[in-house]
Structure formats: structure tokens, C-alpha cells
């Protein structure tokens, strides 16, 4: 028997089973079951060119190939109502060609509800993979993308069991690094429940800067990212003790270049119910300050072209 998945819209109750292809597409089927070895919690968006679909953005996690690379197998230009497929980035990160979910690092998942849905964009068509197919619930889940359609982006749960997880109290471990100091630089972050359930990562490059800058920028990018995951309270552990210390108001901000930051950081704080801000050794923060360093070492590839 194949392998299923669910897809849950968290904000409409709404699920829908999946069937994994395992025959037509068995190289894809066994990626995703891998990338969902824990839930994936993150935010629906519709898209611009692709029809009647709904797109869920997922990044690197639990062994999946580097750069977003999908086996290519089981493709079509022409999926049908309920169908799931993987899509790789754009080549082009400037084109953004799903107009969201942005140029993050990762594959998408795209929903397909509804009739003439086509893998399209501005430059042409998106080679795809058809990686399963939805069994139960299809009415259900047209009525959701519907809402993302005409109301706007949702929280989505993707899953290998029915998620009824409301995200309300999350773990926030951030981190950044500069190859140089100044020099190319990245930022990393990892959300969990919890319990320890790892609900997003995020590897983003950035343009040459110092490393407490990118520490800045690791925390922004994690609490809007939690922000999107409708968490209320934040725990985040650091391993920069300055920003640490100037977040609890201990240090004065002095550096011209980290003040916008710590403003931007603290607007974003005062939006939740709960904010507490700790420094943990770097051995305890070691997710993070891997994709913290992954992220500078694309920056730096980034600036040598």
C-alpha cells in the first residue's frame, strides 16, 4: 500500500489525504516522506501563473538535496485537480516566478485544485514532478485554496498524520555569519514547538557586512517567520551575548550600523504576547550556525560572479 500524507489549513480546519506515487514517481515519494519526517508548519500562498494551485515553500530539512534539486520523474504540463508536485527554485532567483513564496532555498510543494492548472512561468514552462495524488478530501481542500485565493496567504500543516497543531509557543534559535568580518555574510534560524518539533529553518545570504549584523538578521528573519507561523510567544537563544544584552536593555547601542536593526528587531518583539531572549553556548546553538554558515558561503559564491 502507498504511502499518505495530509495537508491540513490550520486557520479552516480543512484537510485532505494524499497518496504518494510510490510506483510512477518513487525517488520523489521517498524524498518528501523524508523531508516530512516531522510536521511542516508554514504559509500557503496562491499562485500567480500556475492556475488553480496553492503553493507551500519548503525549505532544506531532514536530507533533502542541497540547492532544492528534485528527481525527475513522473513530469507533466498538465496536472489535474488534486494533484501534488514538487517544483524546484527558479533558475532566476530575480523572477520569483511563483511570485511567493520568495527566494528562499527549497523545493515547493504546489497544490493543483482545480481545472487547466499548468507548471507556467513568465519564462516559460516549470518542469515538475506529479508526486501524489489527493484520495479523500478534495472538496474540502478546493474550499480552502479558494479562501487563499481570494483572502490571502494561510498557515498550512503538511504532514504523514492528520496535524491539528496550533503554533502558539515556539523556540527560536538564530545565529549569523561573516566570512571576514566584514565580509560575505549569512543569517540562520531554527523554529520548534516545544516539544522540540522543528516547524521552519531559514539559510539566507547576505550582501558583505559585519557578524553582528548577520546576528541581527538571523533573529529579524526568525520572528517573522514566527510572525507567519501565528506563534504568540517567543523563546530565542542566541549565542551572541551583545545582542542578547542589548535586546534586555543591559548594553547601550552604539554602532551606527546596528541601531536600525535593533529597532526593526524590537517592533517585531512587541507584536507577541511573550518575548524572552537567552544566551546559550554556541555547541547549543549548532543548527542555526550551520545554516548561518552555509548562507554566507552562497554569499560569497553570489559576489564572486
Known sequence: ???????????????ATVELLDDDAPEASRLLWQILETPLIGRAVHAIYAGPAVL???????????????????????PAPGDIMLLP????????????PGTEAGV??????????RPFSPSGW????????VTKGLGSLREACRKVRFG??????????ACEEKVTDVVLNSD????????????????????????AEGSVPLEPTTVNVAEYRGLIDGLLKAQRLGARRVHALMDSQLVVRQLS?????????LRPLYQWASKLISSFDAFKCEHVPREQNARADELAGEAAKRSKEQHKK
Not at 515553500?57 to 513530469?75: A, L, S, T, Y
Not at 490571502?152 to 498524520?161: H, K, M, P, W, Y
Not at 561573516?178 to 516539544?195: D, M, T, Y
Request: include cysteine; proline fraction near 6%; charge should be negative.
Open 1 to 15: 500500500m502507498s504511502q499518505q500524507i495530509e495537508i491540513t489549513f490550520l486557520e479552516n480546519d480543512a484537510s
Open 108 to 117: 515547493t510543494l504546489a497544490i493543483f485544485y482545480g481545472d487547466q492548472g
Open 176 to 199: 549569523g555569519a561573516s566570512l571576514g568580518n566584514p565580509g560575505p555574510a549569512g543569517a540562520g534560524f531554527v523554529i520548534k514547538s516545544r516539544a522540540g518539533r522543528v516547524l
Open 152 to 161: 490571502g496567504a494561510q498557515r498550512i500543516c503538511v504532514a504523514r498524520e
Open 249 to 257: 536593555g543591559e548594553y547601550r547601542v552604539k554602532a551606527k550600523n
Open 56 to 78: 507551500v515553500q519548503i525549505p532544506e530539512r531532514h536530507g533533502e538535496p542541497k540547492g532544492g534539486q528534485i528527481p525527475v520523474e513522473n513530469e507533466t504540463q498538465h
Open 89 to 100: 527554485p527558479a533558475d532566476d532567483e530575480s523572477e520569483d516566478i511563483w511570485g511567493e
Open 126 to 133: 516549470q518542469p515538475g514532478v506529479v508526486v501524489g495524488k
